[in-house]
């Protein structure tokens, strides 16, 4: 690998507005504009792996009020295939969505789905999952295919490693090899006016390698900069350990993602210690197994309790679903979902717009807070209302925020 190699400074197709920083946390509120309009940060992105989210139309997601959202590269490579994307004009036509997409490299796929996929130099080898024929992933393909389906952000080709395994040497190796394939990712990149490609943070657990790593990537000048390799059911507190140690080391004038973040209470720690965007299959994933997300904690609406219970979903929110009839809403009850939620797909459907609205919305209040500079108190009462009493707060949390000077034990 070579060290802090300069290159030319790449073109960029995106504008990053830093609006405030909180006064006691790392949390940012800032704008992020694309070229499909304009995405307020922190933002949470929905996961539409096909070029659909399960369920949902995409007026029915713009309804939420999403302005970015994550296809799948290695997915949409296999079907409908690259011919197809170019002969539609990219995945934005294809699908019908007019705002922004983000697309990832296809790697992760290759590894988490796929058990006979190996690493090389060259790229990621695995078989075919229609005939079982040898294929390979290079940096230059999958630039090559992001470039096809035409999405705002577009993400290098890195070698993903598990952060559990005890490997220091291969851990090394990766991050390595993930700066060597940004370089080639770097140079197959067709159209760098029009799409911004993200390098990815690696180097596991090992806060050295990702310090390593930082002073890497930071030196290509990429437009944005992910956080990879997390979400891989390494222990919490080491999961802020990363994002804190690299926030503190990224550029201020650049989004910061971390890659595979969902859980409500993941987020907002997350926003505390720097970062500005994040993606994850949880919210829509747990929708169908009769989940909803709410300000005062996950509820499954399969349960007995609920089947006469005609209340809304979540009475505080405003989303489609939730919202009174009166109100321009569905005004859909719990009794309902109980009813649904077993056999019929639109129970599935409706839980799939309240808990993506709740993610943009909590979000949203992030956003709010730390314009306003009380996201400390803000930080209070989302953790007041998701756990009621103190001694049920997670223990990394506490342990995390008050690295950043709030202390959630404190009256």
Not at 96 to 109: C, E, K, P
Not at 223 to 250: N, R, Y
Not at 371 to 388: I, K, M, T, V
Request: charged fraction near 20%; glycine fraction near 8%; proline fraction near 6%.
């Amino acid at each position: 690998m070579s060290t802090n190699t300069p290159r030319k400074p790449m073109p960029s197709a995106l504008t990053f507005d830093l609006h405030a920083k909180c006064s006691t946390t790392k949390a940012r509120a800032s704008t992020l504009t694309l070229p499909h309009g304009p995405v307020p940060l922190p933002i949470f992105m929905p996961v539409a792996t096909q070029a659909s989210i399960k369920g949902l139309t995409y007026d029915q997601l713009k309804q939420t009020g999403c302005m970015l959202c994550l296809n799948n590269t290695y997915h949409l490579g296999l079907k409908p295939g690259q011919s197809v994307l170019d002969a539609v004009g990219g995945a934005h036509k294809l699908q019908g969505w007019d705002r922004n997409i983000l697309t990832d490299s296809g790697g992760f796929q290759m590894v988490s789905l796929l058990k006979l996929a190996t690493i090389t130099e060259e790229g990621v080898q695995f078989l075919s999952p229609h005939d079982g024929s040898p294929m390979l992933l290079t940096p230059e393909h999958s630039i090559s295919l992001q470039n096809s389906i035409g999405s705002d952000i577009i993400m290098q080709l890195d070698d993903v490693i598990a952060t559990t395994t005890p490997d220091r040497v291969r851990i090394n190796e990766a991050m390595e090899r993930s700066v060597r394939w940004l370089d080639r990712c770097i140079d197959a990149h067709k159209y760098p006016e029009k799409q911004n490609l993200f390098c990815i943070i690696q180097g596991g657990l090992d806060l050295e390698l990702r310090k390593k790593c930082c002073a890497e990537m930071v030196v290509r000048d990429t437009p944005g900069i992910a956080i990879g390799g997390l979400s891989g059911g390494e222990a919490k507190e080491e999961f802020c350990k990363v994002v804190d140690t690299c926030t503190g080391l990224l550029p201020e004038e650049k989004p910061r993602y971390v890659m595979g973040v969902g859980y409500p209470e993941d987020l907002v720690v997350a926003v505390a210690l720097g970062a500005d965007m994040f993606d994850c299959v949880w919210p829509t994933r747990t929708a169908r197994f009769g989940n909803a997300v709410t300000k005062n904690g996950t509820f499954n609406l399969r349960h007995i309790s609920y089947a006469n219970d005609f209340r809304p979903v979540d009475e505080d929110c405003p989303c489609a679903c939730c919202r009174p009839t009166e109100k321009g809403g569905l005004g859909i009850t719990r009794a309902y979902i109980y009813h649904l939620a077993a056999k019929e797909t639109v129970g599935a459907h409706l839980l799939t717009i309240h808990n993506v609205h709740y993610l943009l919305s909590l979000m949203g209040s992030c956003r709010q807070s730390i314009l306003e500079d009380r996201f400390p108190a803000f930080l209070r009462e989302f953790f007041r209302n998701q756990y009621g009493d103190k001694s049920n707060y997670p223990a990394w949390a506490v342990g995390a925020l008050r690295q950043v000077g709030v202390d959630l034990m404190e009256d």
